[in-house]
């Protein structure tokens, strides 16, 4: 069974008002996410500010939430780029505690479909672990057609992929025609309801960072075919979903968090911290739920 399904949580990396990495609040993110309904971690993700941490930093995080981790939840990371060549050197010499790597769509370059699955074959040709594919145009800039998702699923390799394109068709067909050993998780936190009704197998998650029980629960019962139950838990939930994403991710849950006492709300730029406008908002519906 593929042990990618459920809630996995994309996890914020913590900054200390230097704007160096707050280990500490890292160890506390942890055991507040992993206080109930989190599946697996996903670590160097877009969430986690990766493009602004440097290969040292990268390393020790991965250590880190490793060691706290204990092999108790299954360790995705995210490694790719969109130099083939370097992606696919990265992913060789992928960190020895990570179960699986997750692999963007090329930004940038803006390659075809060909392009796209000539990039994930090498990928997978080259990792010791197992890819997971992670389509998010929105930020890259080029979809991955449900075509080239099912092409590339055939790999012995790709186990997965996050579809984060929006497109409830698009991921229908995937469902329709996948392989029976390859998950298909949501990257849409507003959508993960939706999208599990139609076969998703759960969700990569933002809000999770935040509200990893609420949220958890409501994807657990949704998997489970109880979705009148999940609905209520969603309808409390769409409204700061929707207030996470008005400024830019993380900037909105990190703000969150911080209500939530969890971590401080620093970021590093070129993104920059929610406005007073977005935080007053946070921390009052934050109050109802």
């Not at 506390?28 to 206080?35: D, M, Q, W």
């Not at 670590?43 to 092999?71: D, Q, R, S």
């Not at 997965?160 to 497109?167: I, R």
Request: proline share 4%.
């Amino acid at each position: 069974m593929n042990k990618f399904t459920g809630l996995g949580v994309a996890l914020v990396t913590p900054f200390k008002s230097d704007k160096s990495i707050d280990f500490e609040a890292l160890g506390k993110t942890l055991e507040h996410v992993t206080s109930g309904g989190v599946d697996f971690l996903v670590v160097l993700g877009t969430t986690a500010e990766t493009p602004t941490l440097n290969a040292a930093e990268k390393a020790e995080t991965v250590k880190y939430i490793a060691e706290k981790n204990a092999g108790k939840l299954p360790l995705v990371v995210g490694a790719g780029g969109n130099n083939t060549r370097e992606a696919v050197e990265a992913v060789a010499s992928l960190y020895d505690e990570a179960d699986a790597v997750l692999s963007v769509v090329p930004y940038y370059n803006k390659p075809s479909q060909r392009g796209i699955e000539a990039h994930f074959s090498a990928i997978a040709d080259a990792s010791k672990k197992p890819v997971i594919l992670y389509n998010v145009p929105g930020r890259t800039g080029v979809n991955m057609n449900a075509d080239t998702c099912l092409k590339l699923a055939e790999h012995k390799n790709i186990v997965a992929v996050k579809e984060a394109s929006g497109n409830l068709n698009q991921m229908s067909y995937i469902l329709r025609d996948r392989p029976a050993d390859f998950s298909v998780l949501s990257g849409d936190d507003g959508l993960t309801l939706s999208q599990i009704a139609i076969g998703a197998d759960g969700v990569i998650s933002v809000i999770a960072n935040a509200f990893p029980v609420e949220f958890g629960k409501m994807v657990h019962l949704a998997l489970d075919g109880n979705y009148a139950q999940a609905r209520q838990i969603y309808m409390k939930l769409v409204e700061i979903i929707d207030l996470l994403f008005v400024e830019g991710n993380p900037a909105g849950v990190k703000a969150a968090m911080e209500i939530r006492g969890v971590i401080h709300n620093y970021l590093r730029l070129p993104l920059v911290e929610a406005s007073e406008t977005l935080y007053e908002k946070l921390k009052k519906i934050q109050e109802k739920i």
